[in-house]
């Protein structure tokens, strides 16, 4: 992967940084920041430092091989992912990707509160729910004019062809 130095193992879906990834947030703070070990194989991890940001209707996650020796990054858009915690090993959990190439992506963490507290920020559901509170004030809801709602039409009778109208 060309974003990725030394890295030939990562699952197909991170996607190398490029100029169409979002954003950070206004804030420009992650939501949720730390080190993982992100499961390459039955008995390979790569250390990797993960911060994860939701950015108007975005909802990604970067992933640095190295926080201080590397700039190279990759990034997962997690809108259409699913993370759940993984049934085996209570301190990983695999996001799902959806789309047609079938490929998971396991991360471990050091306890199984940690895992869960990752599973919390990864998970659209939770985005979905926190949105409101990351994006602007809007204008107050009791200033605003209602819109009104246009009259229903009549039902139209409908005819035979043979029937002569």
């Known amino acids: ?3 990725f ?19 950070p947030s206004e804030q420009g703070a992650p939501v949720k920041c730390g080190h993982l070990y992100l499961i390459i194989g039955p ?15 975005e909802h990604f996650a ?16 997690i ?7 993984d049934s085996q090993k209570g301190n990983r959990f695999v996001i799902i990707p959806n789309n047609s190439e079938g490929c998971t992506i396991v ?12 599973v919390k920020s990864l998970s659209y559901k939770s985005y979905k729910n926190n949105r409101c509170c990351l994006s602007k004030p809007s204008i107050v809801p009791e200033m605003t004019v209602p819109i009104p709602k246009s009259p229903v039409l009549p039902t139209l009778k409908e005819y035979d062809e043979d029937e002569d109208v």
Do not use: H
């Open 79 to 85: 809108k259409r992912c699913v993370v759940t915690k």
């Open 43 to 57: 008995n390979r991890q790569l250390a990797v430092f993960v911060n994860v940001y939701w950015s108007g209707f």
């Open 1 to 3: 992967m060309k974003g």
């Open 107 to 118: 991360f471990e963490c050091e306890t199984e509160r940690e895992a869960d507290e990752w």
């Open 62 to 77: 970067v992933i640095y091989r190295d926080k201080k020796f590397c700039n190279a990054s990759a990034f997962i858009r």
């Open 5 to 23: 130095p030394c890295i030939d193992a990562l699952p197909a879906s991170l996607s190398a940084v490029d100029e169409n990834m979002p954003l």
